[in-house]
């Protein structure tokens, strides 16, 4: 069964700026994985969600305590763009 | 010329008894570099200056009685994925290009603690996605074996340095057999641990349910000493494991005799090149001349495993990655709005491997097909681990070959993502089920290229494991060593 | 005519006062210099892992044991995934499914009503960094670039969800103040609207009385205090409504308030809804909530309303009086109790304060947490009424003045000059002047028309312009008379 995929969505979706040509080319490979990935629908036998941990870890916590951060010079350092201790960006158009 | 550094363990042994220096192990390791970098390159960041000051530090310290362990004085080299405070981590992408983290992974601290020489940063396919190191954002490595072909992936630019001897062991990370595969590849040992024993705080995520840390070494007496150096209960990792943990060395020189040994049938035919294929079966025989029970098991799941691995891994990695957007580190694209500044980032930083398993993550998390693909991949997943545990249920380990073939050519697979993928068939139902899984290198083929043999076990079940594997390397009794060019320095 | 209906839900998200953020040891504080309240964790920077605070896992427990919630046996973290510059791993780790409280409910009085209002789950997760959108004007599409600040980054985050229960623009106010109250008394958040610990949002629709299905649902945000909810909330009824009866259609939106124009405005909308992708955190493993472990935070919780109503009734309160008192504001249950042991008498008490101090404060519109009366002062005004010193309706006043900050019930009696006069001597030649002046009333009493000393009584009260103890007059008259 082919899969029709909104290739121009899902690229919108993980914010990839990819050209038209770009587009075209991933959408038939994401095809070809896809057909092998649905395999997956295939399964027998009883379906169940299975444990989150392998080792079937729960209730990992840290206690309240606060702790040294980071020094401000050397986190922004790494910054593309920064002023006056803030991060510098271009205006966002749409807000969540 | 041939590669012929020490282990691990012999260096220790020389170390102490005096015959050399931590500056001495380090000279030679940097020497083997300068002479096989050009053909290999393994290294993203040969860090020289930062290596010897760890070595003159190490051999200080040894001098004043401070020996930190097994580990103290060893040139040691990391996979690009994993932080080093101060020194550029890359994750072999274009998109940390001058990336410099403000911390250290645990596992590095843990190193750094222990005496070891960080030789500096090993190349891996960009973001540990894929087989070979050809998806690189900085070019690809080479096999030591034949330098016109790979040496594995992700993990690559680690193997062929052990191999090399331009380092006496490696950290890599495996999240669908990142580590085997290139050791297998490569000739030499590499495995992952049960998930949860290796923190991953500083491990640049790929598939956060997946990835694990692991030793590549030139044998498994090393593999097991670096294990234990590195594992253990980290608080800053949630999924890290707090319970006891086993003594991988306490089983070493037993043998297999009175043990039950599985072979996965899934695990064979269609795809296996036939010295392989041979190899594993000779290994099989004298495992169970040497007193193991040796039944094959079928794990149907097994089938459709790379399928659940290919829905579960992306769509883990699409939210991993969608922090590098230009803003707080790494490139920035140029942008008018926020919007278009990350879009643009992203296109212009990420490779095309890297690009296609964010689409791929992103469709199969999409409202709509969630159920369908991830949703379902995620039963898979169970049920593959009822098939382990049934099987466990019948045999103490399990055996297969750890790759279908031996390094392929560089450029062979590269267009043919779906090629590339089946190269991770043996390994991946071990990522997904957890548990640990190692490659020991046990012949060569016509070719002169490694076969790898993988020997799969329960959660912490790390003794069982090293048990089966120490055997099946005195069985191999594995001496070739990789022929280099020489390149005149 | 159709009669419409307002179905109005709320959305509240409460910060919490923890010690270190949600995920990470760095320390929430207000008001740090930008950007030094960060980790790897936090800045989500590679390689970087969360581990959850116990704390915020008891604190949101505790808001959902005081909302009288179940506690999920078995509770997960899943991943929000969207894209925005103050949202540093453009995930948010938040709840989907399998949220830490469900089904809960929190009784609110309005106008002397009690109301149930269903809450359908309160859940856990981070907040994000500071966005100051910097160029002309201020306002977003204005902006020439992004200013970020990622202290915020991480803090723990409760939401909670009301089920959309509520009935008027009035009711929305009494919940979300109601629901203010209850957070700050359990100790687990500084609840300041003006700061942004604690932040509104109502889902507003409408619907023909007697309809069973829901109208088109509208958010309304940025609502910055009680009063602005309340008025926003009126307002995009009264929208919806106009738009509804003139023929139009309502879209499915979210809109902002605007305080100064009063009315609301369209954000612009994005193409669909957004596609969040929702999957179970793999850095994290799930939470169990063990009964034991459930039962010993119920065990440091503070009394809880219904709690507290019982144990009113007990101490000889109706229940009706105990219901209101009990689910009023925390001061004036404050000022209650610090009145009866102050001596003061508990059913004049209680209704002095849900009668006269809740009418003043209604009237004012003054909020309950600035209120001047204390509740010694409240026994003081019962205490001058017991002993004559003003009459109950002079007590009205003088109340009124120590609620507009005059002083003590003594200094405004006497400033006011309501004191009663309660001395015989002081009123003695008021009485003879009464009496001298009304000779045919006198004359009246004296042949059996008893019912005249009333008469007499307001002529008196008139002459010492209210002030005389009507009561002590009326029996001064009585026995000169007599005489």
């Keep these: ?96 | 010329m041939t590669a012929d550094a020490p282990t691990i363990v012999e260096a220790g042994r020389r170390l102490r008894s005096g015959e050399t220096t931590a500056v001495e192990l380090i000279e030679a390791v940097i020497d083997s570099a300068h002479r096989t970098e050009a053909q290999l390159h393994a290294y993203l960041n040969l860090d020289r200056e930062g290596a010897r000051e760890a070595a003159q530090a190490a051999d200080s310290d040894l001098a004043a009685g401070r020996d930190h362990g097994p580990l103290h004085g060893i040139p040691v080299a990391l996979k690009d994925n994993m932080c080093t405070r101060g020194l550029e981590t890359t994750a072999g992408s274009q998109i940390l290009a001058g990336y410099a983290p403000p911390y250290d992974a645990t596992v590095v601290r843990r190193l750094r603690d222990g005496g070891a020489v960080i030789v500096g940063k090993t190349n891996l396919d960009e973001f540990a996605m894929g087989s070979s190191t050809e998806n690189s954002g900085y070019g690809t490595s080479y096999n030591p074996w034949d330098i016109s072909r790979v040496p594995g992936g992700s993990s690559g630019g680690s193997a062929a340095a052990v191999a090399a001897g331009s380092a006496l062991a490696a950290l890599g990370s495996d999240t669908g057999g990142s580590i085997r595969q290139p050791a297998s590849l490569s000739g030499i040992v590499g495995l992952k641990p049960t998930y949860g024993t290796v923190s991953r705080y500083g491990l640049i995520a790929f598939a956060s349910s997946l990835d694990q840390i692991g030793p590549l070494t030139r044998d498994v007496a090393d593999a097991a000493l670096l294990l234990e150096a590195i594992w253990g209960h980290d608080p800053l990792d949630a999924t890290s494991y707090h319970g006891a943990y086993p003594d991988p060395r306490a089983r070493l020189d037993h043998g297999v005799d009175g043990m039950r040994i599985g072979v996965v049938s899934e695990l064979a035919g269609d795809g296996y090149e036939p010295a392989v294929e041979a190899a594993v079966a000779g290994m099989v025989e004298r495992l169970a001349a040497s007193g193991a029970e040796v039944v094959e098991l079928s794990l149907p799941t097994f089938e459709i495993a790379l399928s659940a691995y290919y829905l579960i891994a992306p769509a883990e990695c699409s939210a991993n990655l969608a922090r590098f957007d230009g803003i707080r580190y790494g490139h920035r694209a140029v942008g008018d709005t926020a919007e278009a500044l990350m879009a643009r980032t992203r296109a212009e930083g990420f490779g095309p491997e890297v690009t296609r398993r964010i689409l791929l993550g992103t469709y199969a998390l999409s409202a709509g097909y969630y159920d369908a693909f991830y949703g379902q991949a995620q039963r898979v997943r169970a049920a593959i681990q009822d098939d382990f545990a049934s099987a466990y249920r019948q045999v103490d380990a399990l055996v297969s070959p750890t790759s279908p073939t031996v390094a392929f050519k560089a450029g062979e697979r590269v267009d043919d993502p779906l090629a590339m993928y089946l190269s991770d068939i043996c390994t991946i139902p071990s990522n997904l089920s957890g548990h640990p899984a190692i490659s020991v290198p046990i012949g060569v083929d016509d070719q002169g290229l490694p076969i790898g043999f993988q020997v799969m076990a329960p959660a912490l079940g790390e003794q069982v494991m090293f048990q089966v594997a120490a055997e099946v390397e005195r069985q191999a009794d594995f001496t070739a060593r990789p022929t280099l060019i020489e390149v005149a320095s | 005519m159709t009669t419409w209906e307002p179905v109005i839900g709320i959305e509240v998200h409460v910060e919490l006062t923890t010690s270190s953020k949600m995920f990470c040891g760095c320390a929430v504080a207000f008001g740090a210099e930008p950007n030094t309240l960060v980790c790897p964790v936090c800045l989500g920077l590679p390689g970087a892992l969360p581990v959850t605070n116990r704390r915020a896992i008891e604190w949101i427990t505790a808001i959902g044991l005081s909302l009288n919630c179940e506690i999920s046996e078995h509770s997960v973290f899943h991943r929000k995934n969207y894209f925005y510059a103050d949202l540093p791993k453009n995930y948010q780790i938040s709840q989907f499914d399998l949220p830490v409280c469900v089904d809960g409910h929190l009784d609110i009085v309005v106008e002397g009503t009690v109301r149930r209002v269903g809450i359908e789950r309160a859940h856990m997760e981070e907040d994000t960094g500071k966005s100051i959108h910097v160029g002309t004007g201020g306002r977003i599409h204005a902006a020439s670039s992004t200013l970020l600040d990622f202290n915020r980054s991480g803090v723990p985050l409760v939401e909670i969800v009301s089920r959309p229960d509520m009935r008027s623009a009035r009711e929305a106010r009494v919940y979300a103040q109601e629901l203010r109250s209850l957070v700050a008394e359990l100790g687990v958040s500084d609840a300041r609207l003006e700061e942004g610990s604690i932040r509104f949002d109502a889902n507003v629709s409408v619907r023909p009385e007697g309809a069973g299905e829901l109208g088109t649902k509208v958010e309304v945000k940025n609502m910055n205090s009680f009063r602005s909810l309340e008025r926003a909330v009126a307002h995009e009824i009264e929208r919806q409504v106009e738009v509804l009866e003139s023929g139009g259609a309502l879209v499915q939106e979210t809109r902002h308030w605007d305080e100064e124009a009063g009315v609301t405005h369209s954000l612009r909308t994005k193409e669909g809804s957004s596609d969040y992708r929702y999957f179970a955190e793999p850095d994290l493993v799930p939470m169990v909530f063990e009964p034991e472990w459930v039962e010993e935070i119920r065990s440091t919780l503070p009394e809880l309303p219904a709690q507290r109503r019982a144990r009113y009734v007990e101490s000889g309160l109706d229940a009706d009086l105990a219901g209101i008192l009990s689910d009023s504001a925390l001061e004036l249950r404050l000022i209650y109790e610090e009145a009866v042991s102050a001596g003061a008498p508990l059913k004049a008490a209680a209704n002095w304060l849900t009668g006269e101090v809740m009418g003043w404060l209604r009237r004012t519109a003054t909020d309950s947490s600035v209120i001047a009366l204390t509740g010694g002062q409240l026994a003081e005004l019962l205490g001058m009424i017991e002993e004559g010193t003003v009459s109950s309706s002079a007590a009205k006043d003088v109340l009124d003045g120590v609620l507009a900050g005059e002083g003590s019930p003594r200094e405004v009696a006497a400033g006011r000059d309501l004191v009663q006069i309660s001395d015989v001597s002081a009123l003695e030649s008021a009485v003879e002047e009464a009496l001298a002046a009304n000779p045919d009333a006198v004359a009246s009493f004296r042949s059996g028309e008893t019912k005249v000393v009333g008469f007499l009584v307001g002529q008196v009260m008139r002459a010492t312009e209210g002030r005389a103890d009507p009561k002590l007059v009326s029996e001064m008259i009585t026995s000169r008379l007599g005489e």
């Design chain 1, 1 to 96: 069964m082919p899969i029709e995929i909104d290739i121009a969505h899902v690229a919108r979706l993980a914010r990839l700026d990819l050209t038209d040509e770009e587009l075209e080319g991933y959408k038939s490979q994401l095809g070809v994985i896809l057909d092998h990935a649905a395999r997956v629908q295939g399964l027998q036998g009883e379906p169940h969600a299975g444990s989150a941990h392998p080792l079937g870890l729960f209730n990992a916590f840290r206690e309240d305590e606060a702790r040294p951060s980071l020094d401000r010079d050397e986190v922004l350092s790494q910054a593309p763009e920064s002023a006056d201790g803030y991060f510098v960006a271009p205006p966002a158009l749409e807000i969540e």
